[in-house]
């Protein structure tokens, strides 16, 4: 059973009345004990799979698997899920721990037993103590743990959590990240995130499915998915980007802004048009005579870390640079960046098309050796 993903989607196609689909023939697999984050713009579905998860809806088409076994049908109060949900739906006029201890009592355990793992979840969220604490007088943050202690007190193989994170301080928030993420480590069960902030997805994730309109466009560890967007709509949502086409001339040569630039790409067809993707901070700040491309500075922000730059080169295109270097407004700069720092995206390649590439690379690397 180890080695069965404990959860399944097979072809799932989620259909409300005679709208467009909301999820369109969505495969993929969760492996037990790992941190996975639905990441997407409104609508673009991924809530839709947490309640296909939970229960709360049945799939139009397609079979949802759970350690090997359709469960399509199976009622809500049958799996072994649990939810966060964004709003944390405590209830108001119980205290911290029969909010708590509210499933254990539906399924009518005794007493000592629901004490001793009340205390036991409450401890592991950090609010031993707080038993008799009234749910209006607590915190944001302490009643995300006083939700979360309620999900893992029911000791479930799966914890769903639709954006819990939503209605919380950006300091707070932050530390939250941390929190969740460790609890799940100290749980080693897995979870399954659901937000559309990227940020949020790249630091908590162990891997993370990008949807878009129904779709899954790519999945993959944050690295990957940062360092190898497979179109413009994930290299777009994944942090800030670069995008300008360009065309490939051979292997390790391209060409965008008229001049042609050395890459670590291969396996496409000569001259093919592509996409070209750098990201703002792999961009330096040098002079006209020594950067690759000479741009004129159109705006300047300060972030805090670093200053953000717009600039546009002489046929219009517009570059976003991430540096420590100041850039005065109206001035030329050069701008340079190495052959790694040019993702090549090959234009309408499926995410099954793109593995498969990554891997003949890696086989022509090997033979190499």
């Not at 009643?143 to 479930?156: C, G, K, L, Y």
């Not at 067809?269 to 330096?284: G, Q, T, Y």
């Not at 190495?338 to 003949?360: N, S």
Request: proline share 4%.
């Amino acid at each position: 059973m180890e080695n069965v993903p404990i959860i399944q989607f097979k072809h799932v196609t989620k259909l409300y009345d005679n709208d467009p689909p909301v999820l369109k023939d969505v495969s993929f697999e969760i492996e037990r004990g790992k941190f996975y984050t639905l990441l997407g713009p409104s609508g673009c579905g991924k809530t839709t799979i947490l309640r296909l998860i939970a229960g709360f809806t049945e799939a139009s088409e397609g079979e949802i698997l759970f350690n090997g076994n359709k469960i399509n049908h199976v009622p809500a109060n049958k799996r072994q899920v649990n939810t966060v949900f964004q709003d944390y739906a405590l209830f108001p006029h119980l205290n911290v721990f029969e909010n708590v201890a509210f499933g254990l009592r539906i399924k009518k355990m005794k007493a000592p037993a629901i004490e001793s793992k009340v205390k036991e979840a409450l401890n592991f969220v950090n609010l031993q103590g707080y038993e008799n604490r009234e749910i209006r007088e607590m915190s944001g943050g302490q009643r995300q743990r006083v939700a979360i202690a309620r999900a893992i007190v029911n000791e479930p193989e799966v914890i769903l959590l639709d954006e819990p994170l939503s209605a919380l301080d950006l300091k707070l928030r932050t530390e939250m990240q941390y929190e969740l993420r460790e609890l799940q480590r100290r749980l080693g069960i897995t979870f399954i995130f659901v937000t559309h902030d990227q940020e949020e997805a790249l630091a908590m994730s162990d891997e993370i499915f990008v949807l878009n309109k129904g779709k899954i466009q790519q999945s993959g560890t944050p690295i990957d998915i940062y360092d190898e967007p497979i179109n413009q709509f994930v290299a777009d949502f994944i942090g800030e980007s670069n995008i300008v086409k360009g065309k490939m001339i051979e292997d390790y040569l391209v060409e965008f802004v008229g001049r042609q630039f050395e890459c670590v790409d291969q396996g496409l067809d000569k001259n093919e048009p592509v996409e070209i993707v750098i990201r703002p901070e792999d961009l330096e700040i040098t002079s006209t005579e020594h950067g690759k491309l000479k741009v004129k500075v159109d705006s300047l922000l300060f972030r805090g870390v670093h200053y953000e730059i717009s600039c546009y080169d002489q046929d219009g295109n517009e570059w976003l640079v991430h540096s420590t270097k100041k850039a005065a407004v109206g001035t030329e700069i050069g701008l340079h960046f190495d052959p790694e720092a040019i993702h090549v995206m090959r234009l309408g390649e499926t995410e099954e098309e793109f593995d498969r590439r990554l891997e003949a690379y890696a086989d022509v690397d090997n033979d190499g050796e």
